[in-house]
């Protein structure tokens, strides 16, 4: 195995996981055996919301985890292949929602194993058609496509200004009118120009329209008028469809990065074959964060449909006469999923606008099938904006971990510096994403390997570099050590356990006047540089005057006054944007929020002893009363416990007051941590928490849109081995006979 001596004792590959690697690739004796065929690996990544590679700075936290993982994949341009001429790697990036599609997946290009980077054929076969129709019809408008891009466009622009769907809706019944009025010529250009791009959308969109009306039949009509604007229309409008208002609104993107996963996976394939002929397996590895985890769900779903041979547990590719080759999905690594804004509501469903808006991608297959050997699921544990539901696993094969922290510190991704914090946190989920990947069977590079091969990608997974506060020095793994001492790493979603420690360090830190000053320095610091600048105004103004006053006037100096005057209020109204921005956030206010919010849960816990007994008082009045009267005492009673605090409530308002109390402190370590690495999004932006109804007395809110229904799945496996059976059991056909024309005097004979 790989030696693990040059490295830092904290950034060594774990003996575990290079067990696992070594059973992972156990089974397959004949990978170094070039007759025997290529065995392509192929990862997908799928990045998180308003992240991209071609855009954020590698050199920053801004630089995804997703990313970090597909720098670590292996590819065809690395010289490692000379050894292995019968393995193929492709890593294949797709940028996250609300941000324009990276052009290599949008070109459907791959790497080859000719080491030259290809346009897809598909998307190649599409431009020669569409130039061959124009030259054989003679239209050379395609029907006005531009027009009908910029009239969309603007209807999209109309309906936000109205806050209805009117303007879309006009749009299409327009885009149809004039349909109708093209030659025929021109429709059937349009037709051969689609590339099943449409189709998609549509079908897509169908999908989408009959599972918001089997939750809700009066929105019929709103439904459709939403599964034709935007399922649609604003769908194949890159410009809307990549914008983050669209992309986190109406949920467009989704169906431009699938198509482009199955388009590169078949390209793929196309490349192994060509150029190695025979093919062992193809081997896949998926990983996502945050709302791209809904396209690499629905990835892996597809994959299984597309490909089903005799079971959904055996994919092939099947190519015309020949059996297939096999194709294994090893591992589907999600950091974060999210796949809503909001928690359902159906009366949105219904408003004019607002209805369109698209509340979570439920309607997307989001189960984990049966053919995915190994699934698991990094989750937040601190994460509570109410648009970062977690969409949970816990119904479907997935196994699912948390850790501390936000969204952010578990995908990557936050400002750096923001607040002063820290943004090495992501690293600890980097690193054990890489390890579970490794002991999967992904084709990633250990940290010994990325620290001989690819020096820049190690820089972004290491670990080594200790952490001070100015009077302690801490490595991250020490200070993540000390917080599973008090909350260990299990499977499940057991977000109470994390609040409760979190909380205690909030008490802990409200008290301090040293650190509530920090949440308001940089507010301070705007606030002092623009009573600068006024001051530098008034004084400029003042000035000009008096040289405006002076007999006999100095043209030089009065034109020095003049200009002094000009910048300073040119650099006033330059900044006022942003001072304006920043005067207005409340900051301070979530700490008086704070205050308030704790002192109303300590009132009801107080008053919780109390209720209780007086709801089994008047359960023991119901025992004596006459039956007539029985029920309403009842009423009663049940009234009195609903005011009842659940066990989860109180024993947040407990950890709150141990904190304030200073019993049982955190370790100096796990109050490092919270101090320095842990992004608390509701200290550091002030729309998140102006917009919670509730602070931090709570834990995260979930969604369970992905389901695995075992029993579903093995009797439709049961009818399909059982169909496979009857296919073989059936008498092949015999070949045609060639019969010779009468009188030839040849006898016949078969093909």
Same mark, same amino acid.
């Given at each position: 195995m790989?030696?693990t001596?040059?490295?830092?004792s904290v950034?060594?590959?774990?003996?575990?996981v290079?067990d696992? #690697?070594?059973?992972? @690739?156990?089974?397959y004796?004949? /990978?170094?055996?070039i007759?025997c065929?290529?065995v392509?690996?192929?990862?997908f990544f799928?990045?998180?919301?308003?992240?991209?590679?071609?855009?954020? /700075?590698?050199?920053?936290?801004?630089y995804?985890n997703i990313c970090?993982?597909w720098?670590?994949?292996?590819?065809?341009?690395d010289?490692?292949r000379?050894?292995m001429?019968?393995?193929?790697w492709?890593?294949?990036?797709?940028?996250?929602?609300?941000?324009?599609?990276n052009k290599d997946?949008?070109?459907n290009?791959?790497?080859?194993?000719?080491?030259k980077?290809?346009?897809?054929s598909?998307?190649?076969?599409?431009?020669?058609?569409?130039?061959a129709?124009?030259d054989?019809?003679? %239209?050379?408008?395609?029907?006005?496509i531009e027009?009908?891009?910029?009239?969309?466009?603007q209807?999209?622009?109309?309906?936000?200004?109205?806050?209805?769907?009117?303007?879309i809706a006009q749009?299409f019944?327009?885009?149809?009118a004039?349909a109708?009025t093209?030659?025929?010529?021109t429709?059937?250009?349009?037709?051969?120009?689609?590339?099943r791009r449409w189709?998609?959308?549509?079908m897509a969109?169908?999908r989408?329209?009959?599972?918001?009306i089997?939750k809700?039949?009066l929105k019929?009509?709103?439904? =459709?008028?939403k599964?034709i604007?935007?399922?649609?229309v604003?769908?194949?409008?890159p410009f %809307?469809?990549?914008?983050?208002f669209?992309a986190?609104?109406?949920g467009?993107g989704?169906?431009?990065?699938?198509?482009a996963?199955?388009?590169?996976?078949?390209?793929?394939?196309r /490349?192994?074959?060509?150029?190695?002929?025979k093919?062992?397996?193809i081997?896949v590895?998926?990983?996502?964060a945050d709302?791209?985890?809904?396209i690499?769900?629905?990835f892996?779903?597809?994959?299984?449909?597309?490909?089903k041979g005799?079971?959904?547990?055996d994919?092939?590719?099947?190519?015309?006469?020949e059996?297939?080759?096999p194709i294994?999905?090893r591992?589907?690594g999600?950091l974060?999923?999210v796949?809503?804004i909001?928690?359902?509501n159906?009366?949105v469903?219904?408003?004019p606008?607002?209805?369109m808006i698209?509340?979570?991608?439920?309607?997307?297959e989001?189960?984990?099938?049966?053919?995915?050997?190994?699934?698991?699921? =990094?989750?937040a544990?601190h994460?509570?904006r =109410?648009?970062?539901r977690?969409?949970?696993?816990?119904k479907t094969?997935?196994e699912q971990?948390l850790y501390?922290?936000t969204?952010e510190d578990?995908?990557?991704?936050?400002p750096?510096g923001s607040?002063?914090?820290?943004?090495e946190l992501?690293?600890?989920v980097l690193?054990?994403?890489?390890h579970?990947?490794?002991?999967?069977?992904s084709?990633?590079?250990?940290m010994e390997?990325l620290?001989r091969?690819?020096l820049w990608?190690?820089e972004k997974?290491?670990?080594?570099?200790?952490?001070?506060?100015?009077?302690?020095n801490h490595r991250?793994?020490?200070?993540?050590?000390a917080y599973?001492?008090? %909350?260990?790493r299990?499977?499940?979603?057991?977000f109470?356990?994390?609040?409760?420690?979190?909380?205690?360090?909030?008490? %802990?830190?409200?008290q301090?006047p040293e650190?509530?000053k920090?949440?308001?320095?940089?507010?301070?610091?705007?606030?002092?540089?623009?009573?600068?600048r006024?001051?530098?105004?008034?004084a400029?103004?003042?000035a000009?005057?008096?040289?405006r006053?002076?007999?006999?006037?100095?043209?030089?100096? #009065?034109g020095k006054?003049l200009a002094?005057l000009?910048a300073?209020?040119?650099?006033?109204?330059?900044?006022l944007?942003?001072?304006v921005?920043?005067?207005q956030?409340?900051?301070v206010?979530?700490?008086?929020?704070?205050e308030?919010?704790?002192?109303e849960?300590v009132?009801?816990?107080?008053?919780?002893?109390?209720?209780k007994?007086?709801?089994?008082?008047?359960?023991q #009045?119901?025992?004596?009363?006459?039956?007539?009267?029985?029920q309403e005492?009842?009423?009663?009673a049940?009234?009195?416990e609903?005011?009842?605090?659940s066990?989860?409530?109180l024993a947040l308002?407990?950890?709150?007051k141990d904190g304030?109390s200073?019993? @049982?402190p955190?370790?100096?370590?796990v109050?490092?941590? =919270?101090?320095m690495l842990?992004?608390?999004t509701?200290l550091?932006?002030?729309?998140d928490?102006?917009?919670?109804s509730?602070l931090?007395?709570?834990?995260r809110?979930t969604d369970t849109?992905g389901?695995?229904d075992?029993l579903?799945?093995?009797?439709?496996?049961?009818?399909d081995d #059982?169909?496979?059976?009857?296919?073989?059991?059936?008498?092949?056909?015999a070949?045609p006979v060639?019969?010779p024309?009468?009188?030839?005097?040849?006898?016949?004979?078969?093909?």
């Amino acid at each position: 195995m790989t030696n693990t001596t040059s490295l830092d004792s904290v950034d060594r590959t774990p003996s575990r996981v290079l067990d696992g #690697m070594m059973a992972a @690739h156990k089974p397959y004796k004949a /990978d170094d055996c070039i007759p025997c065929g290529a065995v392509a690996r192929m990862g997908f990544f799928f990045d998180g919301f308003g992240r991209h590679r071609d855009i954020d /700075d590698p050199a920053t936290s801004r630089y995804s985890n997703i990313c970090r993982l597909w720098e670590a994949h292996r590819d065809n341009l690395d010289r490692r292949r000379e050894k292995m001429p019968n393995q193929f790697w492709y890593p294949f990036y797709y940028s996250g929602l609300g941000t324009p599609l990276n052009k290599d997946a949008e070109n459907n290009e791959i790497v080859s194993a000719a080491a030259k980077a290809a346009a897809g054929s598909a998307g190649a076969a599409a431009d020669i058609l569409q130039k061959a129709a124009r030259d054989v019809s003679g %239209v050379s408008r395609m029907g006005d496509i531009e027009k009908a891009r910029k009239r969309a466009r603007q209807a999209l622009i109309d309906a936000l200004d109205e806050m209805s769907w009117r303007p879309i809706a006009q749009t299409f019944e327009d885009a149809i009118a004039h349909a109708r009025t093209l030659p025929d010529k021109t429709i059937r250009v349009l037709q051969l120009a689609a590339e099943r791009r449409w189709v998609r959308r549509a079908m897509a969109a169908g999908r989408a329209a009959m599972y918001d009306i089997k939750k809700n039949p009066l929105k019929a009509a709103v439904v =459709f008028a939403k599964a034709i604007s935007v399922d649609v229309v604003l769908d194949a409008i890159p410009f %809307v469809r990549d914008s983050r208002f669209a992309a986190m609104v109406f949920g467009t993107g989704v169906e431009d990065r699938l198509n482009a996963a199955l388009k590169q996976f078949e390209n793929a394939y196309r /490349d192994v074959k060509t150029n190695a002929g025979k093919v062992q397996r193809i081997e896949v590895s998926v990983f996502a964060a945050d709302r791209g985890c809904v396209i690499a769900r629905a990835f892996v779903n597809e994959l299984v449909r597309k490909y089903k041979g005799r079971s959904d547990l055996d994919l092939r590719m099947v190519p015309v006469g020949e059996k297939g080759d096999p194709i294994e999905i090893r591992f589907l690594g999600l950091l974060d999923a999210v796949s809503s804004i909001m928690a359902e509501n159906e009366l949105v469903g219904i408003l004019p606008f607002v209805g369109m808006i698209k509340q979570h991608h439920g309607d997307r297959e989001l189960a984990v099938p049966a053919a995915v050997q190994k699934c698991v699921h =990094f989750a937040a544990a601190h994460e509570l904006r =109410f648009y970062q539901r977690l969409d949970s696993l816990e119904k479907t094969r997935g196994e699912q971990y948390l850790y501390p922290g936000t969204s952010e510190d578990i995908t990557g991704g936050a400002p750096p510096g923001s607040l002063g914090f820290r943004a090495e946190l992501q690293r600890v989920v980097l690193r054990d994403m890489l390890h579970e990947g490794l002991m999967a069977g992904s084709m990633l590079d250990t940290m010994e390997d990325l620290e001989r091969h690819k020096l820049w990608t190690y820089e972004k997974f290491t670990l080594a570099a200790p952490l001070s506060n100015g009077k302690t020095n801490h490595r991250i793994p020490d200070l993540i050590d000390a917080y599973r001492k008090l %909350v260990p790493r299990e499977r499940g979603l057991n977000f109470q356990a994390h609040m409760e420690v979190f909380l205690r360090w909030l008490a %802990v830190r409200y008290q301090s006047p040293e650190f509530r000053k920090t949440t308001t320095a940089h507010t301070d610091e705007i606030k002092r540089q623009h009573v600068e600048r006024a001051q530098e105004i008034r004084a400029a103004q003042a000035a000009y005057n008096e040289e405006r006053r002076r007999l006999p006037a100095d043209r030089v100096a #009065m034109g020095k006054a003049l200009a002094r005057l000009h910048a300073a209020r040119e650099a006033q109204v330059l900044a006022l944007p942003g001072t304006v921005l920043q005067l207005q956030q409340p900051i301070v206010g979530v700490w008086e929020r704070i205050e308030t919010e704790a002192a109303e849960q300590v009132r009801q816990r107080a008053a919780h002893e109390s209720l209780k007994r007086s709801a089994e008082k008047i359960r023991q #009045m119901s025992n004596d009363a006459d039956f007539s009267v029985r029920q309403e005492i009842e009423s009663a009673a049940d009234a009195v416990e609903s005011m009842l605090m659940s066990q989860e409530a109180l024993a947040l308002v407990q950890a709150w007051k141990d904190g304030l109390s200073g019993k @049982h402190p955190l370790p100096d370590e796990v109050m490092m941590l =919270f101090d320095m690495l842990v992004h608390d999004t509701m200290l550091t932006s002030w729309h998140d928490h102006v917009l919670s109804s509730t602070l931090y007395f709570r834990t995260r809110a979930t969604d369970t849109l992905g389901e695995t229904d075992d029993l579903a799945e093995a009797m439709q496996r049961q009818r399909d081995d #059982m169909r496979a059976r009857r296919a073989e059991q059936m008498p092949r056909m015999a070949p045609p006979v060639t019969r010779p024309s009468a009188g030839s005097g040849v006898a016949p004979r078969r093909q």
